[in-house]
């Protein structure tokens, strides 16, 4: 390193310290390459702009899935509530709330005889 600092110095007589060297190299540098920090520039740029939008995208997906699983809950528990409630005792209390009898018979079967007049 100190080999190509010296060789620089002698094809440089008017720089007599380091911090002139550094100075006169990093400006020829900048200078000679304007186009390739232009680039690197825009792909940091670009890099910044899409980790941004793949964070908010996260942050979107989770608070979507906590909704979903919120509403499965929410949906579990209401379906647990009905099926409590059309159980067939539940149906009696509400029933005898609203002043209705059960009813205590056994159920009869109708039976009709339909008898054709028609002979072959």
Same mark, same amino acid.
């Given at each position: 390193?100190?080999?190509?600092? %010296? +060789?620089?110095?002698?094809?440089?007589?008017?720089?007599?310290?380091? *911090? %002139?060297?550094? $100075? #006169?190299?990093? %400006?020829?540098?900048?200078?000679? $390459?304007?186009? =390739?920090?232009?680039?690197?520039?825009? @792909?940091? @740029? &670009? #890099?910044?702009? @899409?980790?941004?939008?793949?964070? $908010?995208?996260l942050?979107?997906?989770?608070?979507? /899935?906590? %909704? @979903?699983?919120?509403?499965?809950?929410? #949906?579990?528990?209401?379906k /647990?509530? =009905?099926? =409590?409630?059309?159980?067939e /005792?539940? &149906?009696?209390? /509400?029933?005898?709330?609203q002043? &209705?009898?059960? +009813?205590?018979?056994? *159920?009869?079967?109708?039976?009709? +005889?339909?008898?054709?007049?028609t002979?072959?």
């Amino acid at each position: 390193m100190m080999q190509w600092i %010296q +060789n620089i110095k002698a094809e440089l007589p008017e720089i007599k310290s380091v *911090p %002139q060297l550094i $100075n #006169y190299i990093g %400006q020829r540098g900048i200078v000679n $390459n304007i186009k =390739f920090i232009g680039y690197i520039v825009v @792909l940091v @740029l &670009l #890099y910044i702009t @899409l980790v941004h939008r793949n964070e $908010n995208q996260l942050r979107n997906l989770t608070k979507t /899935s906590k %909704q @979903l699983k919120e509403l499965g809950w929410e #949906y579990k528990d209401v379906k /647990s509530h =009905f099926m =409590f409630l059309t159980k067939e /005792s539940e &149906l009696a209390k /509400s029933a005898q709330q609203q002043g &209705l009898m059960l +009813n205590v018979e056994v *159920p009869k079967k109708i039976i009709i +005889n339909n008898i054709s007049n028609t002979t072959k």
